[in-house]
Protein backbone atom coordinates (compact mmCIF):
# COMPACT_ATOMS: atom_id res chain seq x y z
CA UNK A 1 0.00 0.00 0.00
CA UNK A 2 1.66 3.57 -1.27
CA UNK A 3 -0.52 5.61 1.52
CA UNK A 4 -0.30 5.32 5.61
CA UNK A 5 -3.10 2.93 6.98
CA UNK A 6 -5.73 3.06 9.43
CA UNK A 7 -7.97 0.43 11.31
CA UNK A 8 -11.50 0.63 11.76
CA UNK A 9 -13.57 -1.54 13.90
CA UNK A 10 -17.06 -2.23 13.40
CA UNK A 11 -18.96 -2.68 16.42
CA UNK A 12 -22.21 -2.80 17.86
CA UNK A 13 -25.64 -4.82 18.45
CA UNK A 14 -26.23 -8.16 17.10
CA UNK A 15 -27.62 -7.57 13.20
CA UNK A 16 -27.56 -3.85 13.12
CA UNK A 17 -25.48 -4.14 9.92
CA UNK A 18 -21.33 -3.63 10.93
CA UNK A 19 -20.99 -6.22 8.11
CA UNK A 20 -22.82 -5.27 5.37
CA UNK A 21 -21.54 -1.94 6.07
CA UNK A 22 -17.75 -2.50 5.49
CA UNK A 23 -19.25 -4.75 2.19
CA UNK A 24 -20.51 -1.35 1.67
CA UNK A 25 -17.82 0.62 1.87
CA UNK A 26 -14.84 -2.22 0.57
CA UNK A 27 -16.88 -3.69 -1.89
CA UNK A 28 -16.17 -6.98 -0.53
CA UNK A 29 -17.74 -9.40 2.16
CA UNK A 30 -15.43 -9.79 5.10
CA UNK A 31 -14.57 -13.49 5.94
CA UNK A 32 -17.65 -15.68 6.30
CA UNK A 33 -17.30 -18.84 7.84
CA UNK A 34 -19.81 -21.85 7.42
CA UNK A 35 -20.85 -21.73 11.18
CA UNK A 36 -21.51 -18.09 10.39
CA UNK A 37 -23.41 -18.69 7.45
CA UNK A 38 -25.76 -21.39 9.63
CA UNK A 39 -26.01 -19.65 13.00
CA UNK A 40 -26.56 -16.03 10.61
CA UNK A 41 -23.86 -13.68 12.67
CA UNK A 42 -20.68 -13.22 12.49
CA UNK A 43 -18.41 -15.27 14.81
CA UNK A 44 -14.76 -13.86 14.04
CA UNK A 45 -13.20 -10.56 13.49
CA UNK A 46 -13.70 -9.96 9.66
CA UNK A 47 -11.19 -8.05 7.50
CA UNK A 48 -11.59 -5.95 4.56
CA UNK A 49 -9.83 -3.14 3.10
CA UNK A 50 -10.44 0.14 0.80
CA UNK A 51 -9.54 3.28 -0.67
CA UNK A 52 -10.65 6.24 -0.07
CA UNK A 53 -10.95 8.42 -3.21
CA UNK A 54 -10.81 12.05 -4.52
CA UNK A 55 -11.28 12.99 -8.04
CA UNK A 56 -8.63 15.51 -9.05
CA UNK A 57 -9.94 17.40 -11.69
CA UNK A 58 -13.74 18.50 -9.81
CA UNK A 59 -13.87 21.85 -8.13
CA UNK A 60 -13.96 21.95 -4.37
CA UNK A 61 -15.78 20.63 -2.32
CA UNK A 62 -15.97 17.57 -3.54
CA UNK A 63 -16.10 14.67 -0.93
CA UNK A 64 -14.11 11.41 -0.85
CA UNK A 65 -15.75 8.32 -2.29
CA UNK A 66 -14.38 4.35 -2.75
CA UNK A 67 -15.28 5.25 -6.24
CA UNK A 68 -12.38 4.52 -8.69
CA UNK A 69 -13.79 7.13 -11.54
CA UNK A 70 -15.22 10.30 -10.66
CA UNK A 71 -19.20 9.96 -10.94
CA UNK A 72 -19.38 14.22 -12.09
CA UNK A 73 -16.56 13.80 -14.83
CA UNK A 74 -15.24 9.74 -15.13
CA UNK A 75 -11.69 11.13 -14.63
CA UNK A 76 -9.81 8.29 -12.99
CA UNK A 77 -9.61 9.09 -9.08
CA UNK A 78 -6.73 9.42 -6.86
CA UNK A 79 -5.73 7.44 -3.58
CA UNK A 80 -5.80 9.76 -0.34
CA UNK A 81 -6.18 7.18 2.37
CA UNK A 82 -6.11 3.29 2.49
CA UNK A 83 -8.19 2.36 5.70
CA UNK A 84 -8.81 -1.52 6.81
CA UNK A 85 -12.11 -2.56 8.81
CA UNK A 86 -11.79 -4.74 11.23
CA UNK A 87 -15.44 -6.60 11.61
CA UNK A 88 -16.50 -7.57 15.11
CA UNK A 89 -19.26 -9.92 16.26
CA UNK A 90 -22.38 -8.07 17.79
CA UNK A 91 -23.30 -11.30 19.62
CA UNK A 92 -23.37 -11.27 23.67
CA UNK A 93 -21.44 -14.27 23.56
CA UNK A 94 -18.81 -13.14 21.33
CA UNK A 95 -17.34 -10.01 23.56
CA UNK A 96 -14.24 -11.52 24.37
CA UNK A 97 -13.82 -11.41 19.92
CA UNK A 98 -14.91 -8.11 19.97
CA UNK A 99 -12.11 -7.18 22.68
CA UNK A 100 -9.58 -9.02 20.77
CA UNK A 101 -10.46 -6.51 17.46
CA UNK A 102 -10.75 -3.55 19.50
CA UNK A 103 -6.81 -3.86 20.56
CA UNK A 104 -5.77 -3.32 16.72
CA UNK A 105 -8.49 -0.67 16.15
CA UNK A 106 -7.11 3.26 15.85
CA UNK A 107 -10.85 3.93 15.87
CA UNK A 108 -14.62 3.04 15.49
CA UNK A 109 -17.87 2.84 13.79
CA UNK A 110 -20.67 2.21 16.42
CA UNK A 111 -23.52 0.96 14.27
CA UNK A 112 -26.91 1.26 15.65
CA UNK A 113 -29.74 0.16 13.88
CA UNK A 114 -32.54 2.92 13.01
CA UNK A 115 -35.51 0.31 13.36
CA UNK A 116 -34.65 -0.41 17.35
CA UNK A 117 -34.76 1.24 20.31
CA UNK A 118 -31.19 2.37 21.50
CA UNK A 119 -29.61 1.90 23.31
CA UNK A 120 -29.55 -2.30 22.79
CA UNK A 121 -27.62 -4.19 25.34
CA UNK A 122 -24.36 -4.82 23.13
CA UNK A 123 -24.13 -0.96 21.53
CA UNK A 124 -23.70 -0.19 25.25
CA UNK A 125 -21.52 -2.99 26.52
CA UNK A 126 -19.44 -2.23 23.01
CA UNK A 127 -18.87 1.61 23.85
CA UNK A 128 -18.05 0.76 26.64
CA UNK A 129 -15.60 -1.59 25.72
CA UNK A 130 -13.49 1.28 23.48
CA UNK A 131 -14.29 3.31 26.64
CA UNK A 132 -12.05 1.11 28.74
CA UNK A 133 -9.73 0.45 25.51
CA UNK A 134 -9.32 4.42 25.42
CA UNK A 135 -10.51 4.38 21.36
CA UNK A 136 -12.05 7.61 21.44
CA UNK A 137 -11.95 8.43 17.46
CA UNK A 138 -15.55 7.48 17.29
CA UNK A 139 -18.15 7.96 14.32
CA UNK A 140 -21.84 6.99 15.09
CA UNK A 141 -24.02 5.06 12.31
CA UNK A 142 -27.43 5.03 12.40
CA UNK A 143 -28.13 2.45 9.75
CA UNK A 144 -31.37 0.55 8.50
CA UNK A 145 -33.05 4.31 7.98
CA UNK A 146 -34.83 2.73 4.72
CA UNK A 147 -37.06 0.87 7.10
CA UNK A 148 -38.00 3.57 9.07
CA UNK A 149 -40.00 7.19 8.48
CA UNK A 150 -38.50 10.07 8.90
CA UNK A 151 -39.76 11.16 12.03
CA UNK A 152 -38.63 7.85 13.75
CA UNK A 153 -35.07 8.87 12.37
CA UNK A 154 -35.12 12.00 14.36
CA UNK A 155 -37.18 10.49 17.59
CA UNK A 156 -34.09 7.41 17.28
CA UNK A 157 -31.19 10.20 16.99
CA UNK A 158 -32.63 12.12 20.28
CA UNK A 159 -32.26 8.77 21.88
CA UNK A 160 -28.54 8.54 20.79
CA UNK A 161 -27.66 11.50 21.66
CA UNK A 162 -29.25 10.51 25.34
CA UNK A 163 -27.56 7.67 25.39
CA UNK A 164 -23.74 8.63 24.43
CA UNK A 165 -24.24 11.90 27.08
CA UNK A 166 -21.17 11.98 29.27
CA UNK A 167 -19.53 9.33 27.71
CA UNK A 168 -16.26 8.78 25.07
CA UNK A 169 -18.73 9.37 22.45
CA UNK A 170 -20.45 12.29 23.62
CA UNK A 171 -19.31 14.30 20.33
CA UNK A 172 -19.28 11.63 17.92
CA UNK A 173 -20.99 13.19 14.50
CA UNK A 174 -24.14 10.53 13.84
CA UNK A 175 -24.73 9.80 10.13
CA UNK A 176 -27.74 8.07 9.27
CA UNK A 177 -27.03 5.89 6.30
CA UNK A 178 -28.82 2.56 4.83
CA UNK A 179 -25.75 0.04 4.46
CA UNK A 180 -27.62 -1.75 2.23
CA UNK A 181 -29.36 0.95 0.00
CA UNK A 182 -26.11 2.63 -0.28
CA UNK A 183 -27.24 6.16 1.26
CA UNK A 184 -25.24 8.63 2.70
CA UNK A 185 -22.21 6.42 2.81
CA UNK A 186 -20.66 9.39 1.25
CA UNK A 187 -21.39 11.59 3.96
CA UNK A 188 -20.20 8.58 6.53
CA UNK A 189 -16.50 8.66 4.46
CA UNK A 190 -16.14 12.19 5.11
CA UNK A 191 -16.92 11.71 8.51
CA UNK A 192 -14.52 8.93 9.43
CA UNK A 193 -11.91 10.34 7.39
CA UNK A 194 -11.83 14.03 9.89
CA UNK A 195 -12.61 11.79 12.83
CA UNK A 196 -10.24 9.31 12.57
CA UNK A 197 -6.57 9.98 11.78
CA UNK A 198 -3.61 7.66 10.73
CA UNK A 199 -1.86 6.97 14.17
CA UNK A 200 1.95 8.04 14.59
CA UNK A 201 3.78 5.82 12.87
CA UNK A 202 6.31 4.62 15.59
CA UNK A 203 9.22 3.15 13.10
CA UNK A 204 11.95 3.67 14.80
CA UNK A 205 11.24 0.92 17.30
CA UNK A 206 11.48 -2.87 17.02
CA UNK A 207 8.90 -4.56 15.12
CA UNK A 208 5.88 -6.33 16.81
CA UNK A 209 2.75 -7.29 15.80
CA UNK A 210 -0.52 -8.06 17.74
CA UNK A 211 -1.89 -11.81 16.13
CA UNK A 212 -5.49 -11.51 15.33
CA UNK A 213 -6.27 -13.99 12.91
CA UNK A 214 -3.88 -17.10 11.91
CA UNK A 215 -4.61 -19.76 9.01
CA UNK A 216 -3.36 -22.88 7.57
CA UNK A 217 -3.24 -20.84 4.26
CA UNK A 218 -5.43 -18.20 2.88
CA UNK A 219 -8.46 -18.19 0.82
CA UNK A 220 -7.90 -19.97 -2.95
CA UNK A 221 -7.20 -16.99 -5.09
CA UNK A 222 -5.22 -14.54 -2.87
CA UNK A 223 -1.62 -14.08 -3.35
CA UNK A 224 -0.94 -15.56 -0.39
CA UNK A 225 -2.55 -18.90 -1.27
CA UNK A 226 0.55 -19.73 -3.64
CA UNK A 227 2.76 -19.97 -0.34
CA UNK A 228 3.49 -23.39 1.83
CA UNK A 229 3.97 -21.96 5.33
CA UNK A 230 1.18 -20.84 8.16
CA UNK A 231 -0.22 -17.21 7.88
CA UNK A 232 -0.28 -14.60 10.46
CA UNK A 233 -2.33 -11.66 10.24
CA UNK A 234 -2.75 -8.76 12.34
CA UNK A 235 -1.10 -5.27 12.91
CA UNK A 236 2.13 -4.22 13.86
CA UNK A 237 2.22 -1.73 16.57
CA UNK A 238 5.53 -0.40 16.15
CA UNK A 239 8.23 -0.91 13.61
CA UNK A 240 9.09 -2.39 10.62
CA UNK A 241 9.22 -5.79 8.74
CA UNK A 242 10.59 -7.02 5.72
CA UNK A 243 10.09 -10.51 3.92
CA UNK A 244 13.16 -12.35 5.07
CA UNK A 245 13.34 -10.98 8.23
CA UNK A 246 13.61 -13.39 11.15
CA UNK A 247 10.75 -13.48 13.71
CA UNK A 248 9.89 -14.30 17.29
CA UNK A 249 6.72 -15.49 18.13
CA UNK A 250 5.23 -15.48 22.05
CA UNK A 251 4.70 -17.14 24.23
CA UNK A 252 5.08 -19.49 21.48
CA UNK A 253 4.09 -23.38 21.42
CA UNK A 254 2.89 -25.07 24.06
CA UNK A 255 5.04 -28.43 25.30
CA UNK A 256 4.08 -30.82 27.95
CA UNK A 257 6.41 -33.14 29.51
CA UNK A 258 6.34 -35.66 32.29
CA UNK A 259 4.17 -33.22 35.21
CA UNK A 260 5.21 -30.10 33.85
CA UNK A 261 3.78 -27.78 31.08
CA UNK A 262 5.77 -25.06 29.61
CA UNK A 263 5.53 -22.22 26.58
CA UNK A 264 8.61 -22.42 24.05
CA UNK A 265 9.02 -18.92 22.15
CA UNK A 266 8.45 -20.15 18.50
CA UNK A 267 11.27 -18.89 15.91
CA UNK A 268 10.36 -18.75 12.20
CA UNK A 269 10.89 -15.94 9.34
CA UNK A 270 8.96 -13.94 7.02
CA UNK A 271 8.45 -14.85 3.46
CA UNK A 272 6.10 -12.88 2.48
CA UNK A 273 4.04 -9.81 3.24
CA UNK A 274 0.05 -8.95 2.44
CA UNK A 275 -0.76 -5.26 3.16
CA UNK A 276 -4.40 -4.95 2.08
CA UNK A 277 -4.84 -6.89 -0.77
CA UNK A 278 -1.41 -6.20 -2.26
CA UNK A 279 2.10 -7.90 -1.90
CA UNK A 280 4.39 -5.39 -0.54
CA UNK A 281 8.10 -5.43 0.41
CA UNK A 282 7.56 -3.54 4.07
CA UNK A 283 5.24 -3.53 6.62
CA UNK A 284 4.71 -0.65 8.73
CA UNK A 285 2.64 0.38 11.52
CA UNK A 286 -1.41 0.92 10.99
CA UNK A 287 -3.57 -1.70 8.49
CA UNK A 288 -4.31 -5.17 8.86
CA UNK A 289 -1.32 -7.41 7.30
CA UNK A 290 -0.94 -11.15 6.18
CA UNK A 291 2.30 -12.67 6.64
CA UNK A 292 3.62 -15.77 5.07
CA UNK A 293 5.97 -17.33 7.51
CA UNK A 294 8.32 -20.40 7.55
CA UNK A 295 6.43 -22.02 9.89
CA UNK A 296 4.34 -25.52 9.39
CA UNK A 297 0.91 -25.07 8.63
CA UNK A 298 0.04 -26.88 11.67
CA UNK A 299 0.84 -24.50 13.89
CA UNK A 300 -1.00 -21.95 12.39
CA UNK A 301 -3.94 -23.79 11.51
CA UNK A 302 -7.91 -22.04 12.71
CA UNK A 303 -6.39 -19.21 14.53
CA UNK A 304 -4.12 -21.52 17.13
CA UNK A 305 -1.81 -18.41 17.69
CA UNK A 306 -4.25 -15.50 17.83
CA UNK A 307 -3.65 -13.39 20.98
CA UNK A 308 -0.26 -14.25 20.83
CA UNK A 309 2.80 -11.43 19.78
CA UNK A 310 5.34 -11.30 16.81
CA UNK A 311 8.27 -10.01 16.86
CA UNK A 312 12.12 -8.95 16.12
CA UNK A 313 13.85 -11.79 18.00
CA UNK A 314 14.93 -11.19 21.18
CA UNK A 315 12.88 -7.61 22.02
CA UNK A 316 9.29 -8.89 22.70
CA UNK A 317 7.98 -8.24 26.22
CA UNK A 318 7.56 -11.28 28.58
CA UNK A 319 5.58 -14.54 28.73
CA UNK A 320 3.54 -13.80 31.90
CA UNK A 321 1.85 -16.44 34.07
CA UNK A 322 0.63 -14.32 36.90
CA UNK A 323 -0.92 -10.84 36.30
CA UNK A 324 -0.97 -8.33 39.12
CA UNK A 325 -3.36 -5.59 38.04
CA UNK A 326 -4.32 -2.14 39.03
CA UNK A 327 -8.32 -2.19 39.52
CA UNK A 328 -10.63 0.67 37.91
CA UNK A 329 -14.26 -1.59 37.72
CA UNK A 330 -17.13 -0.25 36.92
CA UNK A 331 -20.10 0.71 38.71
CA UNK A 332 -22.89 -1.61 37.25
CA UNK A 333 -22.42 -4.28 34.73
CA UNK A 334 -23.53 -3.01 31.03
CA UNK A 335 -24.96 -4.99 28.60
CA UNK A 336 -27.86 -6.83 30.49
CA UNK A 337 -31.31 -5.67 30.80
CA UNK A 338 -31.18 -6.10 34.81
CA UNK A 339 -27.81 -3.99 35.19
CA UNK A 340 -26.73 -5.06 38.74
CA UNK A 341 -23.84 -2.67 40.26
CA UNK A 342 -20.64 -4.88 40.37
CA UNK A 343 -19.29 -6.45 43.63
CA UNK A 344 -15.61 -6.54 44.80
CA UNK A 345 -13.37 -8.97 43.16
CA UNK A 346 -12.85 -12.04 45.79
CA UNK A 347 -10.01 -14.94 45.89
CA UNK A 348 -10.48 -17.57 43.81
CA UNK A 349 -12.98 -16.25 41.13
CA UNK A 350 -12.46 -16.31 37.46
CA UNK A 351 -12.20 -14.20 35.27
CA UNK A 352 -11.45 -13.37 31.65
CA UNK A 353 -8.99 -11.23 30.65
CA UNK A 354 -8.39 -9.24 27.12
CA UNK A 355 -4.71 -7.96 26.53
CA UNK A 356 -3.83 -6.86 23.51
CA UNK A 357 -5.39 -9.65 20.99
CA UNK A 358 -4.85 -12.13 23.56
CA UNK A 359 -7.97 -14.02 25.83
CA UNK A 360 -7.38 -15.87 28.70
CA UNK A 361 -8.91 -16.59 32.07
CA UNK A 362 -7.00 -15.50 35.55
CA UNK A 363 -8.15 -17.31 38.69
CA UNK A 364 -7.58 -14.61 41.72
CA UNK A 365 -5.09 -15.68 44.44
CA UNK A 366 -5.24 -12.35 46.04
CA UNK A 367 -7.47 -9.90 45.87
CA UNK A 368 -7.58 -5.81 47.76
CA UNK A 369 -9.65 -2.66 46.36
CA UNK A 370 -7.79 -1.41 44.02
CA UNK A 371 -5.11 -4.50 43.51
CA UNK A 372 -5.83 -8.13 42.42
CA UNK A 373 -3.47 -10.67 41.53
CA UNK A 374 -4.82 -13.38 39.59
CA UNK A 375 -3.15 -17.03 37.91
CA UNK A 376 -3.69 -17.32 33.94
CA UNK A 377 -4.66 -20.71 32.74
CA UNK A 378 -2.98 -19.70 29.37
CA UNK A 379 -0.13 -17.32 29.56
CA UNK A 380 0.64 -13.92 28.04
CA UNK A 381 3.09 -12.13 26.14
CA UNK A 382 2.58 -8.23 27.50
CA UNK A 383 4.38 -5.43 28.74
CA UNK A 384 3.78 -3.42 31.98
CA UNK A 385 1.84 -0.52 31.70
CA UNK A 386 -0.90 -2.61 29.15
CA UNK A 387 -4.70 -2.44 30.03
CA UNK A 388 -6.73 -5.41 30.60
CA UNK A 389 -9.90 -5.45 30.10
CA UNK A 390 -11.41 -7.56 32.82
CA UNK A 391 -14.89 -9.52 32.96
CA UNK A 392 -16.56 -11.85 35.27
CA UNK A 393 -18.97 -14.60 34.68
CA UNK A 394 -22.96 -13.32 35.16
CA UNK A 395 -25.06 -16.01 34.84
CA UNK A 396 -23.87 -18.14 31.51
CA UNK A 397 -21.81 -15.07 30.07
CA UNK A 398 -18.71 -13.41 30.34
CA UNK A 399 -19.92 -9.67 31.42
CA UNK A 400 -17.27 -6.78 30.96
CA UNK A 401 -17.09 -5.26 34.59
CA UNK A 402 -13.49 -2.91 34.48
CA UNK A 403 -10.15 -2.62 33.34
CA UNK A 404 -7.05 -3.25 35.66
CA UNK A 405 -3.15 -2.34 34.35
CA UNK A 406 -0.66 -4.91 34.93
CA UNK A 407 1.68 -4.21 37.29
CA UNK A 408 5.35 -5.46 37.59
N1 LIG B 1 -33.20 -2.81 5.39
C1 LIG B 1 -31.91 -2.83 5.74
N2 LIG B 1 -31.35 -3.97 6.15
C2 LIG B 1 -30.04 -3.94 6.48
C3 LIG B 1 -29.26 -2.78 6.39
N3 LIG B 1 -28.01 -3.08 6.79
C4 LIG B 1 -28.01 -4.38 7.12
N4 LIG B 1 -29.23 -4.92 6.91
C5 LIG B 1 -29.65 -6.32 7.14
O1 LIG B 1 -29.55 -6.60 8.53
C6 LIG B 1 -29.14 -7.94 8.74
C7 LIG B 1 -27.92 -7.98 9.64
O2 LIG B 1 -26.85 -7.37 8.95
P1 LIG B 1 -25.33 -7.72 9.25
O3 LIG B 1 -24.53 -6.81 8.41
O4 LIG B 1 -25.09 -9.18 9.17
O5 LIG B 1 -25.28 -7.31 10.78
P2 LIG B 1 -24.04 -7.40 11.77
O6 LIG B 1 -24.13 -6.21 12.65
O7 LIG B 1 -22.78 -7.58 11.02
O8 LIG B 1 -24.36 -8.71 12.59
P3 LIG B 1 -23.34 -9.48 13.63
O9 LIG B 1 -21.97 -9.32 13.08
O10 LIG B 1 -23.78 -10.89 13.64
O11 LIG B 1 -23.48 -8.78 14.91
C8 LIG B 1 -28.90 -8.54 7.35
O12 LIG B 1 -30.05 -9.25 6.98
C9 LIG B 1 -28.71 -7.30 6.47
O13 LIG B 1 -29.11 -7.53 5.13
C10 LIG B 1 -29.90 -1.57 5.93
O14 LIG B 1 -29.31 -0.50 5.82
N5 LIG B 1 -31.22 -1.67 5.63
Redesign the pocket.
Known sequence: MSQPCVNIG?V??????????VSALSGVWTDTHSEEMKR???IRLGYADTTFRKCPTCPEPQGLSVAKTCEHCGTKTEEVRTVSFV?????ETLMATMLSGAAIMDGAIL?I?ANEECPQPQTKEHLMALNIIGIKNIVIVQ?????VPKEKVIEHYHQIKEFVKGTVAEDAPIVP?????NINIDVLIGAMNEMIPTPVQKLDKPAHLLIARSFDINKPGTPIDKIAGGVIGGTLTAGTLKAGDDIEIRPGRKVESENAVRWEPIFTNVNLIIAGKEKADEATPGGLLALGTGLDPSITKSDSLTGQVAGVPGTLPPTRDLFTLELKLLERVVGVSDEESIGKIKTSEPLMLNVGTATTVGIVTSAREDVAEAKLKRPVCAEVGSMVAISRRIGSRWRLIGVGVIKD
Not at 143 to 147: E, R, S, V, Y
Not at 177 to 181: D, F, G, L, R
Open positions: MGHVDHGKTTLGISDSPGHVANKIDLISAQQ
